[in-house]
Structure formats: C-alpha cells, structure tokens
C-alpha cells in the first residue's frame, strides 16, 4: 500500500505557482519524500527529494513540515508543459495514484 | 548508455503466449525496479534488484511473472502463458548506489494481449 495521500486532481492557471501537497503521516525518520512527475505515455521523471530540509533544484521547490509528516511541491511558474500526473512517494518507490494537475492557459 | 533503454517498445501477444521484456539500466546503476501500469492508474511495484539480488518480489502478481538480471546490468521480465489482464505498460527504474537519488525510469514496454 502506498504510504502517501495526494489530491486526486488540481488545476492551475499558466504562470502562477502550483503549490501540490502531499500527506504522509506514517514515514519514518530516514525515509525521504520523493516526487516524480508523469506526462502521457512517458515513463516518470525525477524531480526532487528531501528528507527534512526545504529543497530548491531548477524544476520545482519542496517545502517539508517540521514534523515530516506533510510536504508540497511547489512549480513556481507553471506552464501548459507541466500539465502531467504528480506522484509524491517515500523511499520504498511505491506509486500511489498522484495528482492530475492540469495548467490552463 | 545516456538513458534507460527498455525493449521493445510495443509488443502484441496472442492470449496463452511467453513474453520477454528487456531493461538495459544506466551504466553502473545498482538498484533496478521493475513496475506495472494499467491504462490511468499509477506504476505498480513488481520487483526490485540491487546488482544480481532480487530483494524483493512481492508485486509480481502471479508464478507466470518472473525477472532475472543475473550480471547485474541488463534485466528481462518474463511473463509466460500471457492472460489478458497483463495488458499494461511495464516500466523499469534505475539508480546508482542505494543513496537518497532519484531513479531514472525508460519509456516503458506497452504490452497488448488479444
């Protein structure tokens, strides 16, 4: 069973931030939080990861709560490209259902 | 290679037949997932080598399913006596070491049984 609970869907206007959360209560002290992202008929891309600090990479920001148990990914400037299927998974690469995000013009 | 090589692309077998599917890892990358993905569902954890060591295979849903990768680079699943509901795209992950990085995953084998 996946150990993380994401919105099933979320939309977005193009160039506003999309700020996507992520609920993973059960993790555990050295389990990181990874997101990877899916654009149809695509195998996932990496974006991020982080285990309790804030990250920042060229893709996107993660913001991690005090007590892990929570994160969001944020695209700070969305386009119409990041339109795709976002998975926040811990460490042991198990993919719940992730969040369809959709960017509208 | 620059990438996850997965082969082949599309493969169609008649209900009953042996299927092998083929992972080609990034050069030196020790951990290896294999994952199965239904039409608009997430990837579905398989199984999961590091090096030749299958640690885990949990996911593989039935004795028809079996995964080798016995030098520790190139992996083959194998599903024998394909049965419709095996129709799904399967896809293979990699990552050097079994540090905090992130996999790289291959576009994926879609898989079609009439």
């Known amino acids: 069973d996946a150990k993380t609970t994401q919105p099933t869907s979320m939309d977005c206007a193009e160039g506003r931030a999309a700020n996507l959360p992520c609920n993973h209560s059960?993790?555990?002290?050295?389990?990181?939080v990874y997101w990877y992202r899916q654009i149809h008929s695509q195998g996932p891309q990496y974006i991020i990861h982080?285990?309790?600090n804030n990250e920042t990479n060229e893709m996107a920001s993660l913001i991690i709560t005090e007590d892990r148990k929570s994160s969001t990914l944020i695209l700070p400037h969305a386009t119409l490209r990041d339109t795709a299927v976002y998975y926040c998974?811990?460490?042991?690469?198990?993919f719940g259902a992730g969040t369809r995000l959709t960017v509208k013009p | 290679g620059a990438g996850v090589s997965q082969s082949p692309r599309y493969k169609v077998a008649k209900r009953g037949q042996d299927v092998a599917l083929r992972c080609d890892p990034i050069?030196?990358?020790?951990?290896l997932f294999w994952y199965q993905q239904a039409l608009g569902q997430g990837p579905e954890f398989l199984t999961y080598?590091?090096?030749?060591?299958?640690?885990?295979k949990s996911g593989l849903p039935s004795d028809r399913f079996f995964a080798e990768r016995p030098e520790g680079s190139v992996s083959t699943l194998k599903i024998q006596r394909t049965q419709q509901e095996d129709s799904a795209v399967y896809l293979c992950?990699?990552?050097?070491?079994?540090?905090?990085?992130?996999?790289?995953f291959g576009s994926g084998t879609r898989l079609t049984v009439v």
């Open positions: 992950a990699s990552r050097s070491g079994t540090g905090s990085y992130g996999y790289t």
């Open positions: 059960t993790i555990s002290g050295n389990e990181y």
């Open positions: 982080g285990l309790k």
């Open positions: 998974i811990v460490f042991d690469m198990r």
């Open positions: 050069s030196g990358h020790v951990s």
């Open positions: 080598f590091q090096n030749e060591a299958q640690l885990d």
